[in-house]
């Protein structure tokens, strides 16, 4: 029987297996298929404390594995199917083994929520991407589209300029929702370009190039035309990773797993941390933060023989 499951290793994770390791938990950490969750797919960290010169959001990631390992957690590259709650012990049972734990640790973060028009599946990973650190040096003097109007959107945005020489940022309303620093930046920078009340269609290409560009509609004069571009980038937010969790514990109405100020679930003995739990903040620190908080409960739950 382990003592500590930590299922996902983004910054919850790994600070959670930090916390837990060196409370001499011995936790085990199920990495799954995205490691670093959200993080790994971010270009430049400026405002994690204690880094002044900003960083790589998988260079942070990695020393966060690396400090947690310092302290012997068990890494394993497995993923998850299933999950098994129970007053006695809690099972986790993932595609190779069947572990049964003391208290768990959910972080398993979120994914990008997509677009859901014409052509988005038929042309992703053939010009449409929800990643621009992963993709972005493919679009060197290409033009670009980037969809969303918050802080995501315009940082991608900001990033595809290294690559593309033209960056549209479409967005459905008129007013973005991003941050004032990053609609500074955004707006001060030659090379990105503003669509407004603008949605998109249909994601236009064929088969031997790829996305050629999109049909998009202007919502306030109805009016549709074509965007050419040789890339699209969806940055319209993100939906918790919570599909093994429905049913089995209380989540909200947006689908994200219900925590109080403790990091306990619904479940006892069962904990989150990061943007599995989190609508509302979704930062590295404040994911770690509560990957933290959740560790620290689940050894005072094990003290306590609950
Ligand atoms: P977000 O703030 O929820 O913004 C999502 C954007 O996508 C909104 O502008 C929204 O439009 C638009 N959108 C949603 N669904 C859409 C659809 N179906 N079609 C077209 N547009 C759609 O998400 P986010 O930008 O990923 O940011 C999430 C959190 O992470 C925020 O707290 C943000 O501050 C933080 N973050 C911070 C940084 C940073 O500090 N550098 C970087 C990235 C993210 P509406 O505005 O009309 O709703």
């Known amino acids: 029987m382990e003592q500590v499951v930590i299922i996902g290793a983004g910054p919850a994770g790994y600070t959670a297996a930090l916390y837990a390791a060196r409370a001499n938990l011995s936790p085990l950490v199920l990495v799954g298929r995205v490691p670093g969750g959200q993080l790994s797919l971010t270009s430049d960290i400026e405002n994690f404390p204690g880094f002044p010169e900003g960083l790589g959001g998988m260079e942070l990631v990695d020393r966060m594995k ?4 310092r302290f012997g957690p068990v890494v394993r590259y497995e993923e998850a199917t299933a999950v098994d709650f129970s007053p006695v012990a809690h099972r986790v049972i993932t ?41 972005g040096a ?39 929702r991003a941050s004032r620093i990053m609609q500074h930046r955004a707006m001060e920078n030659p090379r990105i370009e503003f669509v407004w009340n603008t949605v998109i269609e ?30 699209l980038f969806i940055a319209i937010g993100h939906i918790p990773s919570t599909e093994l969790f429905k049913g089995k514990l209380a989540l909200d109405e947006q689908g994200y797993i219900v925590t109080d100020r403790r990091q306990h679930t619904s479940v006892p003995g069962v904990f989150a941390g990061g943007d599995v739990q989190d609508h509302v903040f979704r930062q590295a620190i404040t994911a770690a933060g509560t990957g933290c908080a959740a560790a620290m409960e689940a050894e005072k739950c094990i003290a306590r023989g609950e």
Do not use: M, P, W
């Open 202 to 231: 249909e994601v236009l290409g064929d088969e031997r190039t790829g996305v050629t560009g999109a049909r998009v509609k202007n919502l306030v004069t109805g009016t549709e035309t074509v965007l050419d571009a040789d890339g």
């Open 66 to 69: 690396v400090q947690a390992e």
């Open 95 to 135: 595609d190779t083994e069947v572990y049964t734990t003391r208290t768990l640790i959910l972080c398993t973060g979120s994914t990008s929520r997509r677009l859901n028009v014409a052509g988005e599946d038929r042309f992703f990973g053939h010009g449409v991407s929800t990643c621009a650190t992963c993709d």
């Open 138 to 176: 493919f679009y060197r003097d290409r033009r670009v589209i980037v969809v969303g109007g918050g802080d995501s959107a315009l940082e991608e945005g900001i990033f595809l300029t290294r690559f593309a020489h033209h960056v549209r940022i479409v967005h459905r309303r008129d007013v973005l």
